[in-house]
């Protein structure tokens, strides 16, 4: 069945650096949606991707589709520590949401 | 616009209890998918409702079971409970027409001793 795969798994960054990562699928999603969940909460939607070629933003948050749109990318700009936390990719499957496995954020102050 | 919400927040069950957990979506959305989280299992999908009707199941023994009501409110329902159902247990509601947004509720944590 469909899997995404996420890079990296886990990254420890300096605060104020910038963050990026990424989601490839075995398949093309025409849709794609980045969250990010807090310890015992449930995944926020940050981003919803619908337009290929174009990059979507929340704040500091940007993402796009890849070239193939297999992929996507979210980047993160001078990252702050409440930017700690797991992020996930989804694409919608068939009445289902296929998930990334995560990249876990920690932030050194 | 009121977010997803899930009843109780926290619970804590013996080893071959039942336990039912709610779900209220976002008004309008008549999609609703439950999640099951453990510690490095990601989020499992468990099963998706739409207007009343399963349509989507996930690889889950039949003690997991779920409904929708008319008023798209959710329950799942989680029978002859054993340790390992202990988890954080997630609601998502989606429209699923035109837009493919889907948003979580804050999830039960359901502790079974």
């Known amino acids: 069945g469909q899997q995404l795969n996420q890079s990296p798994q886990s990254m420890f960054i300096q605060e104020g650096e910038d963050v990026s990562m990424n989601c490839t699928s075995s398949?093309?999603?025409?849709?794609w949606l980045w969250y990010k969940q807090d310890p015992g909460e449930g995944p926020v939607l940050l981003i919803a991707?619908?337009?290929?070629?174009e990059l979507t933003s929340n704040g500091r948050l940007t993402a796009q589709f890849g070239i193939t749109r297999k992929d996507s990318f979210l980047n993160i700009s001078a990252s702050i520590p409440s930017d700690v936390g797991i992020y996930f990719c989804?694409?919608?499957?068939?009445?289902?949401?296929?998930f990334g496995t995560g990249t876990r954020l920690k932030v050194l102050a | 616009k009121a977010g997803v919400t899930q009843t109780p927040r926290y619970l804590i069950k013996t080893r071959g209890q039942q336990v039912t957990l709610s779900c209220s979506p976002i008004?309008?959305?008549?999609?609703v998918s439950w999640y099951q989280q453990t510690p490095g299992q990601g989020l499992q999908f468990l099963f998706e409702y739409f207007s009343e009707t399963q349509r989507n199941k996930g690889n889950f023994p039949g003690r997991f079971s779920g409904r929708q009501f008319s008023n798209s409110r959710s329950e799942m329902n989680v029978s002859t409970l054993e340790l390992g159902d202990s988890a954080l247990y997630l609601c998502?509601?989606?429209?699923?027409?035109?837009?493919?947004?889907?948003?979580f509720g804050p999830g039960t944590r359901l502790t079974v001793t």
């Open positions: 991707l619908y337009k290929a070629g």
């Open positions: 008004s309008g959305h008549r999609s």
């Open positions: 998502a509601s989606s429209s699923w027409t035109g837009t493919y947004e889907q948003y």
């Open positions: 989804a694409g919608p499957g068939t009445y289902k949401y296929i």
């Open positions: 398949s093309i999603f025409n849709t």
